[in-house]
């Protein structure tokens, strides 16, 4: 079983619409959970932190986190062409480690 | 200007040199890493050091190596033992609050070895 695991996709998304991208993690003691966008051919770019149980939003992006069930996911509100982009979920296995392991991403298509 | 620079953007190599990549950063982060990323595959951590002069092998270190000397630079070489060295390589650094570290990312160097 991988550690962090993601839908590969494509996912497609009508513009305007709301995209809904999902993790799962194998370790329950998982404490930190981190969203990473990475345009083509670009490094990965910080876009959100969540590390409670429930939601947090930022702007148009909501992240959810359920520890009980293990999965950590990121809605997209109103989505934009430029939100086209592959997004990788990134676990930390407890407070004050500084590893992360990624998931394969989720490459998200927002259709016009 | 604060930020994580790599260098050179693209890198040719034939194959049983030993290349040396190049991180650089001034945010005065204490921890710096080396990832691969290769087609269709999540991130893979090579190293990484949490403090100047001292580094971690991360998941996939055989062949590779690295030195920590200024807090603000990590180097990365990819010496001829590494079976598939081409990929693109991307180096991060983050600082620790309240037991959490973010990381941030370079822009990366994408390595060709023929």
């Known amino acids: 079983q991988k550690e962090v695991e993601q839908n590969s996709g494509p996912l497609s998304v009508p513009e305007g619409a709301i995209a809904s991208l999902n993790c799962t993690y194998s370790?329950?003691?998982?404490?930190?959970f981190f969203w990473y966008r990475q345009y083509s051919g670009k490094s990965p770019e910080l876009i959100m932190s969540i590390y409670s149980n429930g939601d947090k939003e930022d702007g148009r992006f909501t992240a959810q986190l359920n520890k009980a069930s293990q999965y950590v996911s990121l809605l997209i509100r109103d989505s934009q062409p430029s939100d086209s982009a592959t997004y990788l979920c990134a676990v930390t296995p407890n407070f004050g480690n500084e590893k992360l392991t990624f998931g394969t991403g989720t490459r998200l298509t927002i259709i016009p | 200007d604060g930020g994580i620079t790599q260098s050179p953007k693209y890198l040719f190599r034939k194959e049983g040199q030993n290349v040396t990549l190049s991180c650089e950063q001034n945010?005065?982060?204490?921890?710096m890493y080396w990832y691969r990323q290769d087609p269709g595959q999540g991130l893979r951590l090579i190293y990484y050091s949490q403090i100047v002069n001292d580094f971690q092998k991360g998941d996939i270190a055989e062949g590779y190596s690295v030195s920590r000397e200024k807090k603000e630079s990590f180097p990365l070489t990819v010496t001829s033992a590494q079976k598939n060295p081409t990929a693109f390589y991307l180096c991060?650094?983050?600082?620790?609050?309240?037991?959490?570290?973010?990381?941030?990312f370079g822009p990366g160097t994408r390595l060709t070895v023929t």
């Open positions: 991060a650094s983050s600082f620790e609050r309240q037991g959490v570290y973010e990381q941030y």
């Open positions: 370790d329950r003691g998982s404490q930190s």
């Open positions: 945010l005065n982060h204490d921890a």
